[in-house]
C-alpha cells in the first residue's frame, strides 16, 4: 500500500450536494492527519486537523477509521466556492518527526 | 501572526542558469522549514527540510541545494538548471517539538518555468 492514496476525481457535483472523499495510508501509528485544500496555481491552505476519531467544523467532517487506516472527508451543503483541490496528508512510514506526506488530491467541482 | 514570505512570484529562466529561491517566515522562532516542488498536474514532492540553522536535510537526489543562513531564512539553490526543474515551488514552515507531526504552513510559491 502506498503511504497515502486519494481517489484523484474528479468530482461534479451541483450546489448544495453532499460529497464525501476518501483516503488510505500505510502508517498505522500516525497520530495526526490533516486535510488541505489547494485552489489552481495556489499554494496549500490547512483546511482541518484530525488528532483522534475527528473533527467538525461547520459544513466540514474529517473522521479518522484507524482500523482500515482510512480518512474521510464530509462536505454538506456544497458551494461554488468549494471548488478545489482537497490533499489528505499523513506522517511518513519511518520518516523524520515533522515530515508530511501529501496525497495527489482528489478534485472538486461544484456547479451551479 | 505568523507569516510566509517567498520570492519571486514567477521566474522564467534558460536552461544552465543559476537559481536562488528566498523564503522568510516572520512571527515564529526555531521553526521546521521545508522546501517541496509541485510538477503540473502532479502532488507535493518534498525536496529539503530543516530543524535549525545549517541543518538540511535532502529528501531526493537532484541539482537543488538549500541553505539555512538565519533562523526564518530558508533558501533554495541551483548552479544549473535542468528543463526538468520547472515547477510550482512552495516553502513552508511548521513548529518544532510534541510527539506530532505539526501541520505545515505554505508561502505563496514560486512559479519556475525552465526554457
Known amino acids: 500500500r502506498k503511504e497515502v492514496e486519494q481517489d484523484p476525481g474528479p468530482f461534479n457535483v451541483p450546489e448544495g450536494a453532499t460529497v464525501a472523499f476518501n483516503c488510505t495510508y500505510s502508517n498505522s501509528a500516525s497520530q495526526s492527519f490533516f486535510w488541505y485544500r489547494q485552489d489552481c496555481r495556489k499554494e496549500p491552505k490547512l483546511l482541518m486537523s484530525v488528532y483522534s476519531s475527528g473533527n467538525e467544523d461547520g459544513r466540514f467532517t474529517a473522521q479518522l477509521n484507524r482500523a482500515s487506516q482510512y480518512i474521510s472527508l464530509l462536505i454538506r451543503d456544497s458551494k461554488l466556492s468549494d471548488s478545489a483541490t482537497y490533499l489528505c496528508?499523513?506522517?511518513?512510514?519511518?520518516?523524520?518527526?515533522?515530515?508530511?506526506?501529501f496525497g495527489k488530491g482528489t478534485k472538486l467541482s461544484v456547479k451551479p | 501572526s505568523q507569516t510566509i514570505h517567498q520570492w519571486p512570484a514567477t521566474l522564467v529562466q534558460p536552461v544552465g542558469s543559476p537559481l536562488s529561491l528566498e523564503c522568510t517566515v516572520e512571527?515564529?522562532?526555531?521553526?521546521?522549514l521545508y522546501w517541496y516542488r509541485q510538477a503540473a498536474g502532479r502532488g507535493l514532492q518534498l525536496l529539503f527540510y530543516?530543524?535549525?540553522?545549517?541543518?538540511i536535510s535532502s529528501e531526493v537526489p537532484q541539482n537543488l541545494s538549500a541553505s539555512r543562513p538565519q533562523d526564518r531564512q530558508f533558501i533554495l539553490s541551483s548552479k544549473k538548471l535542468l528543463l526538468s526543474d520547472s515547477g510550482f515551488y512552495l516553502c513552508?514552515?511548521?513548529?518544532?517539538?510534541?510527539?506530532?507531526?505539526?501541520?505545515?504552513?505554505f508561502g505563496p510559491g514560486t512559479r519556475l518555468t525552465v526554457l
Open positions: 530543516s530543524v535549525g540553522i545549517g541543518q
Open positions: 512571527g515564529t522562532s526555531n521553526p521546521n
Open positions: 513552508a514552515w511548521s513548529q518544532l517539538g510534541g510527539l506530532a507531526n505539526n501541520e505545515q504552513f
Open positions: 496528508v499523513v506522517p511518513p512510514l519511518g520518516g523524520s518527526q515533522g515530515n508530511l506526506i
